[in-house]
């Protein structure tokens, strides 16, 4: 069984190395990955690559969608749980 160094792999394909004087977290995620975001039912069956994005007290429509792989601000990203909290916060507000 030959084992391959792990020493000369480059990471994978946006991947910033820090040993190489780059960041480890990019600028910008999927837009999957905002907190105001929520992968209806419809989303999921039209392929997943819709989210719904989320405003409290306002009842979602087709203008919520948006791409899931579109860009989003690093300042806008959230846990799966933290998406969760606000996707049940938004639904009790309706």
């Keep these: 069984m ?3 160094p792990t020493t000369n792999r480059r990471p994978p394909s946006g991947v910033r190395d820090p040993a190489l004087g780059g960041s480890s977290s990019p600028s910008t995620a999927p837009a999957a990955s905002r907190r105001d975001t929520w992968p209806s039912g419809s989303c999921r069956g039209a392929g ?3 989210v719904c994005h ?3 007290g306002v009842l979602p429509t ?3 969608l948006i791409q ?3 860009e ?3 300042e806008t990203l959230a846990t799966v749980v ?3 909290r606000f996707e049940q916060q938004c639904r009790t507000s309706l």
């Design 2 to 4: 030959n084992a391959q």
């Design 68 to 70: 899931t792989f579109h």
């Design 62 to 64: 087709r203008e919520d």
């Design 72 to 74: 989003a601000p690093r």
């Design 82 to 84: 933290e998406q969760i």
């Design 54 to 56: 989320l405003t409290p």
């Design 48 to 50: 997943g690559f819709l």
